[in-house]
């Protein structure tokens, strides 16, 4: 098996029973996932959507006229459906199988040794659109990524390495590939929602110790000590819709949400989120 696609169903398959424990996190994702819903109407897709875990897809399906559910997993979104007693709404669509990166076979014969042409660059930040796209009934209201954009930085880290020279090109590539992708599958008008984590208790013990209140100010110092994920440090984040050309045309507004804890096995995350609005007229 493709080992990135390995890690992935290892992932979704080890976290299947942390149901209860996603609880506070569920809810606040899903009253992100609910805002300016239009029940009956808008259309809400939601890629790396896995377990569902942090999704309570009832209130989700009441909330929206449509939800997609998209991942590589296609078992896990069926177990999910059946698990939350909506494996039948005609309004939920699984959409499995699905290579958000369009690159995991791609990234199977990289090694920390590889040298990464110009062309596969440009692939990590094209090919999401080119092959995710026409696998959806895009454009949607609201698409949203839930803790996805780590893991897809992860399977560079473990593919080629932190040491390789072109390591950080290829997270810079991967990231803009996947907020590209989201812009273009969100419609004239539409919102998206970027939900990451950003750092775990592994390398940041204190994170328990924090007060709600001090969790944004938690972030800067996270630049500060350049103690992040790779891929996710929210300064970068933030800035990447300024520079980067596809960005800046698609995306008008931006809002950067306070950040919350997530806890996961016996590890706690630090999760935050930037919500973007898409230009009303566009041409594609």
């Known amino acids: 098996?493709?080992?990135?696609?390995?890690?992935?169903?290892?992932?979704?398959?080890?976290?299947?029973?942390?149901?209860?424990?996603?609880?506070?996190?569920?809810?606040?994702?899903?009253?992100?996932?609910?805002?300016?819903?239009?029940?009956?109407?808008?259309?809400?897709?939601?890629?790396?959507?896995?377990?569902?875990?942090?999704?309570?897809?009832?209130?989700?399906?009441?909330?929206?006229?449509?939800?997609?559910?998209?991942d590589l997993d296609q078992g896990a979104l069926a177990q999910a459906a059946e698990r939350q007693g909506v494996a039948a709404h005609p309004s939920l669509h699984q959409v499995g199988g699905i290579d958000l990166t369009g690159m995991i076979d791609v990234w199977a014969g990289w090694s920390p040794t590889t040298l990464i042409g110009t062309r596969e660059l440009s692939s990590l930040v094209e090919e999401p659109t080119r092959r995710v796209i026409p696998s959806?009934?895009?454009?949607?209201?609201?698409?949203?990524?839930?803790?996805?954009?780590?893991?897809?930085?992860?399977?560079?880290?473990?593919?080629?390495?932190?040491?390789?020279?072109?390591?950080?090109?290829?997270?810079?590539?991967?990231?803009?590939?996947?907020?590209?992708?989201?812009?273009?599958?969100?419609?004239?008008?539409?919102?998206?929602?970027?939900?990451?984590?950003?750092?775990?208790?592994e390398t940041l013990p204190a994170l328990p110790t924090f007060a709600d209140s001090a969790l944004s100010d938690l972030l800067s110092e996270l630049v500060r000590d350049r103690n992040y994920f790779h891929g996710v440090n929210p300064e970068v984040l933030w800035t990447t819709f300024e520079e980067d050309p596809v960005l800046r045309a698609l995306v008008t507004e931006r809002e950067a949400l306070t950040p919350w804890r997530w806890k996961l096995h016996a590890r706690l995350y630090l999760v935050w989120a930037i919500r973007f609005k898409v230009a009303s007229s566009l041409i594609r």
């Open 1 to 70: 098996m493709n080992p990135s696609k390995g890690r992935h169903l290892e992932f979704n398959a080890g976290s299947r029973g942390q149901w209860d424990g996603f609880s506070e996190h569920r809810g606040r994702v899903t009253r992100l996932l609910e805002a300016g819903a239009r029940p009956g109407e808008s259309r809400l897709c939601v890629l790396g959507a896995g377990n569902c875990n942090d999704l309570d897809l009832p209130t989700l399906l009441k909330a929206h006229g449509d939800v997609y559910l998209v």
């Open 136 to 201: 959806l009934p895009a454009p949607f209201d609201l698409v949203a990524s839930t803790c996805l954009l780590s893991p897809l930085v992860g399977n560079a880290f473990h593919s080629v390495g932190e040491a390789h020279p072109q390591f950080m090109t290829i997270v810079q590539s991967i990231r803009a590939g996947h907020l590209r992708l989201m812009s273009r599958l969100t419609a004239p008008g539409g919102s998206a929602l970027l939900i990451t984590d950003v750092v775990s208790s």
